[in-house]
């Protein structure tokens, strides 16, 4: 009996001081930006936070956490205080969280400055993460002033399928030399449509003022990184897919030796439909592309 009675008071004095927990950061976790010391508290009025023994202030509390209900009976239960992380110096930190004068949790972590200092300003730049949050999946992450940190603002549409329209080209001679789109040397415009298999294309070239009309279309197998071109049993490295569309492939004729040539496509949302004007091949005409090469 007194061991029944001595393990039902070591359990309910537990319950007693289990009454909260800090959420973040989490121990040994990697912290840098302006982020938040985060948790819950069943009782709490009062929530002072220490780093490295030093006071940095009073949480907020009081705000909703529907999740703590079955735990402490009500939902105002959540403390917060906004931080600075890149303003403590780089390496490993101690913070405590005090509720009501008691320490509710100790535990370590470590900061780096994100930006290189301890505010960065003016700077903007956009990068793109492969694989996340799924397999497949690319998300755009944007660099937040505010924040001071990096934020996931959007997904990457890595599906081919889709309307494009042509806005550059480059070809790039065995001879070194390299013709532009964006150059002058020549100019070309076009559509594409791409399913899950297929590739429908129209392109208009115009070189020395003279148009070449060149369509066709095309089997494919997705690598990734790379479509084979079933048709023609070539491979199209790929260099960015998603709202642009930019391919390299190598080409070769008789006439003009080994080339590569690069595609820039531009994603759009209507969709487009490709003539049947010549087929693809009439691209490899020497004479378009004579007059550079002599």
Known sequence: MRLCASLLLLAASSSTFATGSLENPQPNAVESGIGVISGWDCSAQQVEVFIDGRSIGNAGTGTLRGDTTNICGHAETGFSLLLNYSGLTEGAHTIEVYTDGQLLTRRDFRSVKSGGSEYLAGKTKAVTVENFPSAGTTSMLEWSQSKQSFVVTGKVDQNLAGAYTLARMTIHLQNDLVLDSEGGEFSVSGTMNVTQSQVDYSLVMVVNGES???????????????????????????????????????????????????????????????????????????????????
């Open 212 to 294: 070449t009309p060149i369509a066709g279309s095309y089997s494919y197998r997705d690598y990734g990184y790379y479509l084979y071109d079933s048709n023609h049993r070539k491979n199209m490295a790929i260099v960015d897919r998603g709202s642009k569309f930019v391919a390299s492939s190598l080409n070769y004729t008789a006439d003009l030796g080994w080339f590569n040539t690069i595609e820039y496509w531009e994603k759009s949302n209507s969709v487009t439909s490709s003539g049947s004007v010549v087929t693809r091949s009439d691209f490899n005409k020497p004479e378009i592309f004579q007059e550079k090469t002599n």
